[in-house]
C-alpha cells in the first residue's frame, strides 16, 4: 500500500449543505470594462496590439493584459493607450460608463424577459489613427436606468 493511499480519509459532512440560489453574474470590475473598451477601439481600427503598444510607449504584454483585464492600469497608462487610438481619456472612461450601466440594467431586470446582454458597443472614432478626432459630445447610456451625462 502507498503513502497516498494510507494518508487519505472520508470526509463526513457534519451538517448538509444548504440549497445553492442561482446567483447572478458577478458584477463586472472596472479594469474589464477598461480593457474591452481598449480592445474593441483598437481592433475597430484594424489595428495591431504591438502598434499601440509602441504608439502608447507601454509594453505589449501589458496592454495586452490591461485590455483582458488582468492589470488594474494606472490612469498615465490609460492615457498612453488612450491617445495612442486617437481618443482621450474622457472618451474611454465615458464608454466603459456606458458599459457599466448597460449591465447594471441587464442585471436588474426580470429573468424572465429574456438573458440576452443589453448595450451596444460603439466606437467614438470618426477618422483614422492619424486623423484628427472630434470630442465626444454628450454621450448618455441607453437603457430604462437614464444615465449619466459626460462631457469631454
Not at 472618451?91 to 450601466?101: I, K, N, Q, T
Amino acid at each position: 500500500m502507498s503513502i497516498r493511499v494510507t494518508n487519505q480519509a472520508d470526509v463526513i459532512p457534519l451538517r448538509p449543505l444548504p440549497a445553492v440560489a442561482p446567483a447572478l453574474p458577478r458584477e463586472p470590475l472596472w479594469r474589464d470594462l477598461v480593457g474591452e473598451v481598449l480592445r474593441r477601439e483598437r481592433q475597430a481600427q484594424g489595428r495591431t496590439l504591438k502598434d499601440v503598444a509602441e504608439a502608447a510607449r507601454i509594453s505589449m504584454p501589458y496592454l495586452s493584459e490591461v485590455e483582458r483585464g488582468l492589470k488594474e492600469a494606472s490612469s498615465e497608462v490609460l492615457a498612453a493607450a488612450a491617445q495612442a487610438l486617437g481618443l482621450n481619456l474622457a472618451d474611454v472612461l465615458a464608454l466603459a460608463g456606458e458599459r457599466l450601466v448597460s449591465l447594471a440594467a441587464a442585471r436588474s431586470r426580470p429573468r424572465s424577459l429574456g438573458s440576452s446582454a443589453v448595450g451596444g458597443h460603439r466606437s467614438v472614432r470618426s477618422t483614422g489613427p492619424a486623423g484628427s478626432v472630434g470630442s465626444v459630445g454628450a454621450m448618455r447610456p441607453s437603457g430604462p436606468t437614464g444615465g449619466v451625462l459626460l462631457a469631454a
